[in-house]
């Protein structure tokens, strides 16, 4: 009697199953044995094949669920936000603005928003701030104008780094009436921008386009306004402080840096140029990270470097055993100290790294932070 063995044309792919009523003669042992080796083999490959596929499918699965679970790359902002300053009690108009949106072209990070009637008179600007959401009291807020095309309205915003989220909104100002968009936020890396559309550098102001990012400390209706002028150290503008007469000291702040800045230059402190006109003073500086929250912390520098009529470089060195977290640090002070009526003017603010040519030995040799 012949021995029996599972058929090459079964359509289940397992090892043959012996049956009890083979017979076991020498030949059909042989037979068995040879007939066995290539299933055995095609069994462990095809479960094999199966364990690796089943792995790929569930990376596969719990990469889809983790895509599913975020957030779009470009929403509206809901829970905690605020306007800054000027904007405080603006009345955001969702259904003017629910075409606002951003996209990715050609390597830019674009604004497009299309309104019910296009009306080519009116000044549109994008005011955006590059930062995670939060930080709401010191956010560091910039304008930048859209211009009309065709039917709808475009900007553009500089990128220094993809991964950084982007809060922005939209002001419309007509002849009629002024509407506010509420706020977005996007994810520039997630839109599909694989590449900074700006170079990143470490300088930060140089009050080229204005004073935006700086106030005055204090009741503004009673001090000078800040004043952007010509010259300044070595470039055609800087900030001019006015300490009126009577006064011996006036504040000024920025939110120019940013902890994310800190973090991607490997800052190892500050940079900027003062002077005095035509009094004499000095500078205190102190440096807040959460600034106007619960959960403030601030750092005042150990220099006070004396201030004169000609241009002076000051290093505002971080401190390695700081408590002050650098991640996010969004907001810094400058006082003023001197005998009023006079005069103190701020240029070229700008992070220091450890490849900066010009930096100080003294810089070059801090641990970083």
Known sequence: MPALFWPDSSPYRFPPCRPFFVVQTGLGRRFNRAMRRPWQNNFWQVIGRR????????????????????????????????FPGDFARARPNL?????????????????????????????????????????????????????????RWEGSLPVEHTGVPVVYFVEARRAQATDVSPLRVCRPDALGLEAPSRVPWPFLEGFEQGAESWRLEGDETLLPPLEVRAPGHDSNHALTVRLPPGKHSITITTTRPRGWQIL????????????????????????????????????????????????????????????????????????????????????????????????????RDRPRP
Request: glycine share 6%; with cysteine; hydrophobic share 45%.
């Open 51 to 82: 364990a690796l596929a089943a792995a790929g499918c569930g990376g596969l699965v719990l990469a889809a669920l983790a895509q599913t679970n975020a957030p779009p790359p470009d929403r509206w902002l809901e829970g905690e936000a605020a």
């Open 95 to 151: 259904s003017a603005f629910s075409s606002l949106q951003a996209e990715i072209l050609v390597g830019k990070l674009k604004l497009y928003w299309t309104p019910a009637s296009m009306d080519t008179n009116a000044q549109v600007t994008a005011l955006a701030s590059f930062d995670a959401p939060g930080h709401w009291p010191a956010r560091d807020w910039r304008r930048f104008l859209m211009q009309p095309r065709g039917t």
């Open 264 to 363: 991607q230059h490997s800052a190892l402190g500050l940079r900027l140029w003062l002077r005095a006109t035509p009094a004499t003073g000095r500078a205190r500086f102190t440096i807040f990270a959460n600034a106007r929250t619960e959960t403030q912390t601030s750092v005042v520098f150990p220099e006070e470097p004396a201030l004169e009529g000609d241009w002076r470089e000051v290093e505002l060195l971080f401190d390695p055993l700081s408590r002050l977290p650098l991640a996010e640090t969004d907001l810094l002070a400058i006082e003023f100290i001197g005998v009023g009526p006079a005069e103190f003017q701020v240029d070229n603010l700008e992070w220091i790294t450890r490849g900066d040519a010009r930096s100080t030995p003294k810089a």
